[in-house]
């Protein structure tokens, strides 16, 4: 058993907690860009994951990603609930639960990528009993098979996917697009005008993914050493060229540079550089940002020309960002960086593992959003919608707009009876 | 007694607000509205996409005032919020039967 490292654990932690931080991040970032009127659901959806997925993990996550020993389509179930690892259990030079704390992260923000996709419109319940489900038969074999030493990780060796290009975004992206196949449009798309409702959030939300967005990247080292600091500067730059890229993009097209957009390229970029950062120079990386900024810039568009509701664009950052970084990794690989040259053989590998993730995840997904969608009702009823998910879904709104009449429903609760202003069912 | 109602644009509030005041207008109601007339709406782009925005943020400013003195109050109200430019915004007067002070129960003139 290798000796713990103090230098490299204490960074494992301090990253683990910072990935945690991406998924309130998203959240902000997610919901800045809903409509006033479901704003809440929008964050709940990312914060029912921060409470599903924990749990899940510990029970038989972590066993089935990385717990067992088996190398083919999961790890197994030897290690359900944990069992077995203890404070002494090592995972390289970190103990195995600070592997199993940050790896626990990485699930989390994985499921709730997709929830922007489904805006306004998902029944909660089925949406979280969705995040059981989805990290179960999906997530957990893939990041097995991406980062556990499974079947595809074997079979394509060397694959490139240092952070979760695959495991994570393309992963998130194609189960996000089979979601809104099964679920449909929201009410009014390509009508109504949909505009985010505070793009104060969306930057704010991006910036806090940005931040914690270096725990993933550099963290996924493992360690605190020269290739998380390579990983660290090429995430920063290619994250700077895609929001250029992106404004380029803008300036030309719509003459204006826009501030969702700034957000958005630096998501784009983010997600690109995320499978390939540890492989690539700085100049690679500024070359895989730019391509991503700009080519994202133009994917978003598309769902409204193939008609499908990817509401918040996971599909059009997340999944074909994830598939330029892990395909153009294939070509400027330096072996420099990770032992790995570009080639063409390298992308083929790059390519015949992002498509099986992505086809894994497409088809999982549709057929579990379909039976859940048949059984329980993924979607809520028209006038719900309507009227706004936070009111009808969670008895919450999110801002008050009217500040006189109404008064407390119900004195059930200890204490004088408050007026509850605005309340509209008094 | 009339009704000056001022649909103007926003920007302009403080400075029509201090010219009426300086007018001798000591009292208004100031909302903020949404509207369009000849001046459309305008345009605005999210991820690529253009949204027609029809309702373009206004203020709506209302006072209530002794006949004599509306001519006056309306040319201050268009001389202070023009800028030439489309979507300046309108002034309309209309007649009023009665105003109460809620508070002494004055009625007419007295209450304004």
Same mark, same amino acid.
């Given at each position: 058993?290798?000796?713990?490292?103090?230098?490299?654990?204490?960074?494992?932690?301090?990253?683990?907690?910072?990935?945690?931080?991406?998924?309130?991040?998203?959240?902000?970032?997610?919901?800045?860009?809903?409509?006033?009127?479901?704003?809440?659901?929008?964050?709940?959806?990312?914060?029912?994951?921060?409470?599903?997925?924990?749990?899940?993990?510990?029970?038989?996550?972590?066993?089935?990603?990385?717990?067992?020993?088996?190398?083919?389509?999961?790890?197994?179930?030897?290690?359900?609930?944990?069992?077995?690892?203890?404070?002494?259990?090592?995972?390289?030079?970190?103990?195995?639960?600070?592997?199993?704390?940050?790896?626990?992260?990485?699930?989390?923000?994985?499921?709730?990528?997709?929830?922007?996709?489904?805006?306004?419109?998902?029944?909660?319940?089925?949406?979280?009993?969705?995040?059981?489900?989805?990290?179960?038969?999906?997530?957990?074999?893939?990041?097995?098979?991406?980062?556990?030493?499974?079947?595809?990780?074997?079979?394509?060796?060397?694959?490139?996917?240092?952070?979760?290009?695959?495991?994570?975004?393309?992963?998130?992206?194609?189960?996000?697009?089979?979601?809104?196949?099964?679920?449909?449009?929201?009410?009014?798309?390509?009508?109504?005008?949909?505009?985010?409702?505070?793009?104060?959030?969306?930057?704010?939300?991006?910036?806090?993914?940005?931040?914690?967005?270096?725990?993933?990247?550099?963290?996924?080292?493992?360690?605190?050493?020269?290739?998380?600091?390579?990983?660290?500067?090429?995430?920063?730059?290619?994250?700077?060229?895609?929001?250029?890229?992106?404004?380029?993009?803008?300036?030309?097209?719509?003459?204006?540079?826009?501030?969702?957009?700034?957000?958005?390229?630096?998501?784009?970029?983010?997600?690109?550089?995320?499978?390939?950062?540890?492989?690539?120079?700085?100049?690679?990386?500024?070359?895989?940002?730019?391509?991503?900024?700009?080519?994202?810039?133009?994917?978003?568009?598309?769902?409204?020309?193939?008609?499908?509701?990817?509401?918040?664009?996971?599909?059009?950052?997340?999944?074909?960002?994830?598939?330029?970084?892990?395909?153009?990794?294939?070509?400027?690989?330096?072996?420099?960086?990770?032992?790995?040259?570009?080639?063409?053989?390298?992308?083929?590998?790059?390519?015949?593992?992002?498509?099986?993730?992505?086809?894994?995840?497409?088809?999982?997904?549709?057929?579990?959003?379909?039976?859940?969608?048949?059984?329980?009702?993924?979607?809520?009823?028209?006038?719900?919608?309507?009227?706004?998910?936070?009111?009808?879904?969670?008895?919450?709104?999110?801002?008050?707009?009217?500040?006189?009449?109404?008064?407390?429903?119900?004195?059930?609760?200890?204490?004088?009876?408050?007026?509850?202003?605005?309340?509209?069912?008094? | 007694?009339? +009704? /000056?109602?001022? @649909?103007?644009?926003?920007?302009? *509030? #403080? $400075?029509?607000?201090?010219?009426?005041?300086?007018?001798?207008?000591?009292?208004?109601?100031?909302?903020?509205?949404?509207?369009?007339?000849?001046?459309?709406?305008?345009?605005?782009?999210?991820?690529?996409?253009?949204?027609?925005?029809? +309702? /373009?943020?206004? @203020?709506?400013?209302?006072?209530? *005032? #002794? $006949?004599?003195?509306?001519?006056?109050?309306?040319?201050?109200?268009?001389?202070?919020?023009?800028?030439?430019?489309?979507?300046?915004?309108?002034?309309?007067?209309?007649?009023?039967?009665?105003?109460?002070?809620?508070?002494?129960?004055?009625?007419?003139?007295?209450?304004?």
């Amino acid at each position: 058993m290798e000796e713990l490292n103090a230098g490299d654990t204490a960074f494992i932690l301090i990253s683990a907690a910072m990935v945690l931080l991406m998924t309130p991040g998203l959240a902000f970032f997610y919901g800045g860009m809903t409509r006033a009127k479901s704003v809440l659901n929008m964050m709940m959806m990312s914060f029912i994951a921060l409470a599903t997925v924990p749990v899940v993990w510990v029970l038989w996550g972590y066993s089935m990603a990385f717990g067992g020993s088996s190398t083919g389509f999961i790890a197994g179930f030897d290690a359900l609930g944990m069992s077995g690892v203890t404070p002494e259990s090592m995972s390289g030079s970190i103990p195995e639960f600070a592997f199993s704390a940050f790896q626990m992260m990485f699930a989390i923000i994985t499921v709730a990528l997709i929830s922007g996709a489904i805006a306004d419109r998902a029944k909660f319940g089925t949406w979280a009993l969705f995040t059981v489900l989805w990290v179960t038969l999906v997530y957990f074999p893939v990041a097995h098979n991406v980062w556990g030493g499974g079947w595809l990780a074997t079979t394509f060796e060397p694959i490139i996917d240092f952070a979760g290009g695959t495991a994570v975004h393309i992963n998130a992206g194609a189960a996000a697009l089979a979601l809104v196949l099964v679920i449909g449009k929201r009410i009014g798309f390509q009508r109504d005008p949909m505009r985010p409702h505070n793009l104060p959030f969306v930057m704010l939300g991006a910036a806090l993914l940005w931040f914690g967005w270096f725990g993933f990247n550099a963290g996924s080292e493992l360690a605190a050493d020269g290739v998380a600091a390579a990983m660290l500067i090429n995430t920063a730059v290619a994250t700077a060229a895609a929001i250029l890229g992106w404004l380029v993009v803008e300036v030309v097209r719509d003459k204006a540079a826009t501030s969702l957009g700034a957000a958005s390229g630096a998501i784009a970029g983010l997600v690109a550089i995320t499978p390939s950062g540890a492989n690539v120079s700085p100049i690679g990386a500024i070359i895989i940002g730019v391509a991503a900024g700009v080519i994202t810039a133009f994917a978003v568009s598309l769902k409204y020309r193939l008609g499908y509701d990817d509401s918040l664009d996971v599909v059009g950052i997340h999944m074909v960002g994830g598939l330029v970084g892990s395909l153009l990794v294939g070509l400027l690989a330096a072996e420099a960086f990770g032992g790995i040259s570009g080639s063409v053989s390298q992308l083929g590998r790059q390519a015949a593992a992002s498509f099986i993730v992505l086809g894994y995840s497409f088809v999982v997904t549709y057929i579990l959003g379909t039976l859940l969608d048949k059984t329980i009702g993924f979607r809520i009823k028209e006038e719900e919608e309507v009227a706004g998910i936070d009111m009808t879904t969670h008895a919450e709104t999110a801002y008050e707009f009217f500040t006189s009449g109404g008064s407390l429903a119900k004195s059930g609760h200890a204490g004088a009876s408050v007026p509850v202003e605005g309340k509209v069912n008094a | 007694m009339k +009704l /000056v109602t001022a @649909v103007i644009k926003p920007f302009k *509030l #403080d $400075d029509v607000r201090s010219a009426l005041e300086s007018f001798g207008v000591h009292g208004m109601t100031v909302s903020e509205a949404s509207g369009y007339g000849r001046q459309k709406g305008h345009t605005e782009v999210y991820r690529g996409a253009e949204y027609t925005v029809d +309702l /373009v943020p206004k @203020v709506r400013l209302e006072v209530l *005032l #002794d $006949d004599t003195d509306v001519d006056d109050v309306v040319e201050v109200i268009v001389k202070t919020s023009q800028t030439g430019r489309i979507g300046d915004g309108k002034v309309w007067v209309a007649p009023i039967d009665t105003v109460v002070r809620v508070r002494t129960g004055e009625r007419g003139v007295e209450a304004l």
